[in-house]
């Protein structure tokens, strides 16, 4: 039986391997993955056009929308605040496209929480990085966050490691527009 899923997320230490791998799922052009513009409260970095990456809120405003406007959000050390807009959700389901996520952990969390088993989570555990922790194995065990937990070492392509999870595990996107 194949398990199809609607949206990735890929969650671990922040790092090169990350990135590689989410940048490889979102150039891939048979996924034809959306990625979301999320919100925040942070300042718009020197050279970025707001609304290109992020919408950018005022943080009273950002408050006062917080339950109604956004899937997800958290306030980060800084009092910043990152969210998932629901109209991301909406344009990228009405487009027929899955979405894909690169956040942290606990955003993920809620992801989750929305999405349920359309959302497929690959957490990459960098064994020369950091080991995972026993708060977050039972973190992710407890909440049944994620469908993968990746550990490779250093020499290890982790873009192959997705790769080979996906295929053995007979996981598929699901694409409305080729079902």
Same mark, same amino acid.
């Given at each position: ?62 408050? #006062? !929308? ?24 909406? !344009? ?42 026993? #708060?977050?194995?039972?973190?992710? #065990? ?20 997705? #790769? ?16």
């Amino acid at each position: 039986m194949v398990q199809t899923h609607k949206h990735i997320a890929i969650v671990g230490p922040v790092n090169d391997h990350r990135t590689a791998v989410y940048k490889e799922l979102l150039e891939n052009p048979d996924l034809r993955v959306y990625e979301p513009i999320h919100g925040t409260t942070q300042s718009v970095p020197p050279g970025e056009i707001p609304g290109m990456k992020r919408h950018y809120f005022f943080t009273h405003e950002f408050e #006062s !929308y917080k339950d109604t406007l956004f899937v997800e959000w958290i306030q980060d050390e800084n009092s910043d605040y990152h969210a998932t807009l629901f109209g991301e959700i909406m !344009y990228a389901e009405e487009s027929g496209r899955p979405l894909i996520f690169d956040v942290g952990l606990a955003r993920t969390l809620k992801l989750k929480e929305y999405f349920g088993n359309d959302l497929m989570v690959f957490f990459l555990n960098i064994k020369f990085d950091r080991n995972l922790s026993a #708060s977050t194995k039972e973190l992710l #065990s407890r909440k049944k966050a994620c469908d993968f937990i990746l550990s490779y070492e250093e020499t290890e392509d982790p873009i192959a490691a997705v #790769s080979s999870i996906t295929s053995k595990a007979k996981i598929q996107l699901l694409n409305p527009q080729l079902v």
